[in-house]
């Protein structure tokens, strides 16, 4: 009802109303629903009726597609926004299923866009419905049965009869006024291509290609024309371009402006074009790129100055707003969590560190079962390249299940890079990293005995790994669609100052899928393999693999999901016997969830 937000109840806004409620209803599948009004007019009111007959209810049954010779009925499903009825529709699952003479008229656009972006440009669609199938093309018929049986059952079917007409077709492409760039370079930017449909959309594209090739190669005043020339029946089309090149551009000084923060000589890293050098667009782009990418600067524009006045010298302004212009940030927390009751945190962090765009992280937190200190170091542009460099340092301490409590002391130092002229989102990073553990080894002894029961054991691991990742998931923090793919591998040996020497790898997998109403369903894959080499068959015990509690195998005790039993008399007597359990782990590990 419209008449409460317009504020007034005339004719005009009744009939609105009225016809809001006619689309609503056409929507919902009551494709022969009337509504109307009456007013009763009263000396101290008005009396509104509005008179709704629904009629029956149609669902989408079948959608037809005739007349389309050139082009799959597949492909033409996917192009039109009405669907039939789903399954699950009947339980409120599902999309789809309903359509008005208003959709229906868009789909028959939609269809007409496509075909002529295929080259068909005197295509005509016709859209038509009835509640039988041997009703489509019969109005006269329609009209005797609208009110009959066959209408009450509720079934449409959806017909859409295709006239492709003539294909219009690229016959030969001529240029004129090329001198700096060959022909056949120029050709190979073209999407419209000889034997292939012509399209004006493309045709378009084509001449912004060409002015942008010209503008990556020195030439940013490029201009460009076009003729097209149908042949006699209208079937094929000559396309002529003809090119104003126009003067040679070179790179200015350049100019840097709003950096309060950060060295200029860090911005100077990420252009990599110098004064004299030819005008190239790309360079420009990319360096905008680079500067977004260290998550230092709010807004970064590079222009060049003088295109207006078609200058043949073109200087550079760098204008960035500093998004981190403070000494850094302090945070203090408090919490409680399942693994360590009641804790406290400090931390530090500096994202912008001396102006050199690159970030360091203090962290400190104390809790009732563990505490744990680390400090991480990232340059996001080593030496001004794409590689980033993480620098990492921690000591902890945590009353293990497995292990008793374990006091580690540790760090890493990793260059990763992501290969976007390989593939977008894949990453590869080299590692370097050493820890040293401190645990306590259960010793079990028979009653009586007044030795320790537990002993220190010291355990150094050192190695170089290997990783790679491929992510393409919509959102790394809270993911609800796409996948995630991952392998790794370390290399651990005496030589590179450990205690031990063994393989280790792993593979990880993950995949979203987007459910109706807001739903995702998410499936897991986890495998760990590790090889210990010389004349161990068994990974030291604080790098083997274990299973159970919430992060791996819900039900089960934290790493109970293989263990080690050990049983002995309680009494010299016998009759009663003691059971201890421990966790074991082993070399290998496959999780799904």
């Known amino acids: 009802l419209t008449i409460f937000e317009e504020g007034t109840y005339d004719d005009y806004e009744l009939g609105q109303s009225a016809r809001q409620i006619h689309r609503l209803y056409q929507t919902k599948g009551y494709l022969q629903a009337r509504v109307h009004f009456t007013r009763k007019v009263g000396k101290a009111e008005d009396r509104v009726t509005i008179h709704v007959n629904e009629g029956p209810r149609y669902r989408v049954k079948q959608i037809q597609f005739a007349g389309n010779r050139r082009i799959q009925t597949d492909r033409l499903q996917e192009v039109i926004n009405t669907r039939t009825f789903p399954w699950l529709g009947y339980f409120g699952l599902g999309e789809g299923g309903y359509v008005t003479t208003v959709q229906l008229a868009q789909d028959e656009e939609r269809l007409q866009n496509y075909y002529r972006s295929q080259g068909y440009p005197n295509v005509k669609v016709r859209g038509e419905m009835a509640p039988h199938p041997d009703l489509l093309g019969k109005p006269g018929a329609l009209a005797a049965v609208l009110e009959g049986e066959v209408a009450a059952r509720g079934k449409l079917f ?83 371009f003809t090119v104003n090149e126009g003067p040679r551009a070179n790179f200015g000084a350049v100019f840097i402006r709003g950096n309060f923060k950060t060295r200029g000589g860090v911005i100077r890293d990420d252009l990599e074009f110098e004064e004299g050098d030819p005008f190239d667009i790309r360079e420009l782009e990319a360096a905008e790129q680079r500067l977004r990418a260290r998550s230092i600067f709010n807004v970064v524009r590079v222009q060049p100055l003088g295109l207006k006045a078609q200058q043949t010298v073109l200087p550079v302004v760098v204008q960035v707003e500093e998004r981190h212009d403070n000494w850094g940030e302090l945070e203090f927390s408090v ?68 292990l008793g409590e374990l006091i580690t002391f540790g760090g890493s130092l990793s260059f990763s890079r992501e290969l976007k002229e390989l593939l977008p989102k894949l990453v590869v990073m080299g590692r370097y990293e050493i820890r040293r553990v401190k645990h306590k080894e259960v010793v079990v002894r028979p009653p009586g005995v007044d030795e320790a029961s537990k002993v220190d054991v010291l355990t150094r691991v050192a190695g170089f790994g290997l990783a790679v990742e491929y992510d393409k998931r919509d959102n790394k923090l809270s993911p609800s669609d796409g996948f995630r793919v991952a392998a790794s591998m370390l290399a651990a040996s005496r030589y590179f100052g450990g205690t031990d020497d063994f393989l280790k790898f792993n593979v990880t997998g993950q995949y979203l899928q987007p459910l109706p109403l807001d739903m995702t369903i998410a499936v897991s894959l986890r495998y760990d393999h590790g090889v210990p080499l010389g004349d161990r068959v068994i990974l030291p015990k604080v790098e083997r693999l274990f299973a159970g509690g919430d992060t791996t195998i819900r039900g089960l005790e934290e790493d109970m999901a293989l263990v080690e039993r050990f049983e002995m008399p309680l009494m010299p007597g016998g009759g009663v016997t003691l059971y201890h359990a421990r966790p074991q782990g082993g070399n290998i590990r496959l999780l799904a969830n």
Not at 174 to 196: D, E, I, Y
Not at 378 to 383: E, I
Request: aromatic residues 10%; without cysteine.
């Open 158 to 240: 959806i017909r859409f009869t295709i006239d492709e007409g003539v294909p219009l077709q690229v016959e030969q492409i001529l240029l004129h006024g090329n001198k700096v760039l060959p022909r056949a370079l120029l050709l190979r930017q073209l999407s419209l291509k000889p034997g292939r449909p012509f399209t004006e959309k493309e045709l378009a594209l084509d001449k912004a290609r060409l002015v942008r090739i010209y503008s990556e190669r020195g030439h940013p005043y490029a201009t460009l024309r076009s003729l097209e020339n149908l042949d006699e029946a209208g079937n094929t089309v000559t396309v002529h």
């Open 335 to 402: 919490g409680g969590a399942t693994d360590n009751l009641v804790f406290g945190a400090v931390a530090y962090t500096n994202r912008n560190l001396f102006g050199f765009g690159t970030q360091l992280t203090l962290k400190g937190e104390y809790g009732w079962e563990l505490w744990n200190g680390n400090l991480g170091y990232r340059d996001p542009r080593l030496f001004g390249t794409q590689v980033i460099m993480d620098l990492q340092g921690f000591a902890r301490s945590k009353d293990s299940q497995r």
